[in-house]
């Protein structure tokens, strides 16, 4: 992991913030499974109509979805989506499955992909992610994603990481991959919850993030919530940029 020599200090996941975010995620799912088989609710995109006006005019919603304050770390939650016209269903999912090629599609932020094991719609996937704010931050993490098949030209995706781990000295010769658990702390656990749904000539596509990280201690708000707050945020809008040009052939 490069990173400035300014953060003094390690911060190791605390086992109240964990239980806390599986908490907040055991709710979560819980609507989650609620609009897939919701028939009008499915999308948070028509929850609004000058939501859903935006969308269809090429623009990418983003908004937080207030969490709870926790002891000893930071949940956040965002909740983002975008309209692909003339798109289809399977030209989505199809970009969803090509891991292969996730490398180009996401880039540079997505260093390396790699495939674990695959059994019907369940992938398990090995992601190294590089963010660059005031320091650099490598992490190697491991996902579990289910696509969820829905009819009706729907369907959802479920990821949920099972590992993350902070890398130091990332591409050198002593480049070390730290325990779960162990390091500054940027990113402790990244779920996302997806849903697409195919209509109106084209496909809208949705996503909510969740991440849980270190709490800010005082006097290092300056130098660490430029990267901890917005990792969720950026994420997502870069990611639904990033899907809308690899489903429509621009990148």
């Known amino acids: 992991m490069l990173i400035a020599s300014a953060v003094p200090v390690f911060s190791e996941e605390p086992a109240q913030a964990k239980t806390a975010f599986e908490s907040y995620i055991t709710a979560l799912e819980a609507r989650f499974d609620a609009q897939n088989?919701?028939?009008?609710?499915?999308?948070?995109?028509?929850?609004?109509?000058?939501?859903?006006?935006?969308?269809?005019?090429?623009?990418?919603?983003?908004?937080?979805?207030?969490?709870?304050?926790?002891?000893?770390?930071?949940?956040?939650?965002?909740?983002?989506?975008e309209f692909l016209p003339n798109a289809t269903l399977d030209q989505v999912l199809k970009i969803d499955q090509d891991y292969t090629n996730y490398t180009r599609y996401y880039g540079p932020e997505l260093v390396q992909v790699q495939l674990i094991s695959h059994h019907g719609n369940h992938?398990?996937?090995?992601y190294r992610m590089k963010k660059h704010k005031i320091v650099t931050v490598v992490l190697d993490t491991v996902h579990d994603i289910d696509f969820i098949p829905l009819g009706n030209g729907r369907y959802s995706l479920r990821s949920r990481s099972a590992s993350v781990r902070e890398v130091r000295n990332a591409g050198q010769s002593d480049e070390e991959v730290l325990p779960q658990g162990e390091g500054f702390g940027f990113l402790w656990a990244m779920n996302s919850y997806w849903r697409v749904e195919q209509r109106d000539g084209g496909v809208y596509i949705e996503c909510e993030v969740v991440t849980l990280a270190r709490s800010i201690p005082f006097g290092m708000g300056a130098l660490l919530r430029p990267t901890i707050e917005p990792f969720a945020s950026e994420s997502l809008e870069n990611t639904l940029k990033e899907k809308r040009q690899a489903v429509l052939g621009t990148k």
């Open 37 to 81: 088989q919701s028939v009008e609710g499915y999308l948070w995109i028509d929850q609004n109509p000058q939501r859903r006006e935006a969308v269809r005019k090429g623009e990418i919603q983003v908004q937080e979805v207030h969490a709870p304050q926790i002891d000893r770390g930071t949940i956040e939650d965002w909740i983002g989506g």
């Open 123 to 126: 992938f398990e996937v090995f």
